[in-house]
């Protein structure tokens, strides 16, 4: 597709059900929207992009126990020419981490609607688009929080981290449960993937 020149076919990943269709009655209305599809797990949008090839992914950045990142990289292996545009209302993720997985950009669900419908036109007319870096990739965690990650991902124990931080082990059990929470994570080891995924740690 040359920029800007054909209407793009554009797949909604979401798990929940009144964004995706919210999103898609948006493009829908759209002269430079040929058709959309949308799809609430993984495996239902990466079926749907080999069968339509679609111009752009907008994909949200966790579906469930699925980082968006890995959806992200496994389309674009289906799909060389599907362009992805991933997006969140909570966490964020790096221009750099996202760009590693294939992505051509990220917004945030807080962007209003026509914003996020721009930048769907902008990605599969070829461009990039990042949210203002404004606020850092890691601003939902705190940096206490962030601390405590970082020594997770090493390998640390609850004990060590105490001892590193001068912490009871008490509060870092209550910091690594609110990093779990964050991250959506449910043990150390996706905490630590969803944290190199989004960039947080290396």
Same mark, same amino acid.
């Given at each position: ?18 964004? &995706? ?13 040929? +058709? ?6 993984? &495996? ?28 992200? #990289? ?35 669900? #807080? ?13 599969? +007319? ?48 209550? &910091? ?27």
């Amino acid at each position: 597709m040359s920029a800007g020149s054909e209407p793009l076919r554009v797949l909604v990943v979401d798990d929940h059900d009144v964004v &995706h269709w919210g999103f898609r009655d948006l493009l829908n209305k759209k002269p430079w929207i040929e +058709s959309t599809f949308s799809a609430s797990a993984a &495996h239902e949008a990466l079926e749907l992009v080999e069968r339509y090839q679609p111009d752009v992914a907008l994909v949200d950045l966790f579906l469930g126990d699925y980082a968006g990142t890995d959806l992200a #990289e496994a389309i674009r292996e289906r799909s060389p020419g599907t362009r992805v545009l991933l997006m969140s209302g909570a966490g964020r993720v790096s221009a750099h981490a996202a760009r590693t997985a294939g992505a051509s950009g990220f917004v945030s669900k #807080e962007w209003n609607a026509e914003d996020i419908a721009t930048a769907v036109r902008m990605v599969g +007319s070829g461009m990039t688009v990042f949210a203002p870096q404004s606020k850092q990739a890691t601003e939902h965690l705190s940096q206490r929080e962030r601390d405590v990650l970082g020594l997770i991902a090493v390998g640390a124990t609850n004990r060590e981290i105490a001892g590193r931080l001068f912490l009871s082990q008490h509060t870092v059990k209550q &910091h690594t449960r609110s990093v779990y929470k964050k991250l959506k994570a449910r043990n150390r080891a996706e905490a630590v993937h969803r944290a190199q995924r989004l960039g947080l740690i290396d």
